[in-house]
């Protein structure tokens, strides 16, 4: 079992930042990849970004490249989403997700997911 809590969400004016937290428990989340997904009202769940615990390799959705930056703190078991230059359109409910799969973007992919934080951007 992985559980995963979010926080760092919150209302921030366009062109601003926010740095998102997942923080993860259980005997094996470092054999997991960690996964940021959003979901806005009337829309599907999208993936944001990924990470290895071990390694560097990212994965970056088209919409949030040079923008967001998923990082890691191994000795914390915290995962990160900073989000810089943040758009209206980035609203959203942002969820944090492990998966057993690398690169993996689907959401089907991966087996624990968070409560969600919720990401408000005014125009």
Do not use: H
């Amino acid at each position: 079992q992985v559980q995963l809590v979010e926080s760092g969400g919150g209302l921030v004016q366009a062109g601003g930042s926010l740095r998102l937290s997942c923080a993860a428990s259980g005997r094996t989340v470092s054999s997991y990849v960690m996964g940021w997904f959003r979901q806005a009202p009337g829309k599907e769940r999208e993936f944001v970004a990924s990470i290895r615990w071990s390694g560097y390799n990212t994965y970056y959705a088209d919409s949030v490249k040079a923008r967001f930056t998923i990082s890691r703190d191994n000795a914390k078991n915290t995962v990160y989403l900073q989000m810089n230059s943040l758009k209206p359109e980035d609203t959203a409910v942002y969820c944090c997700a492990a998966s057993r799969i690398l690169s993996s973007r689907l959401s089907s992919e991966y087996n624990y997911w968070g409560q969600g934080t919720q990401v408000t951007v005014s125009s």
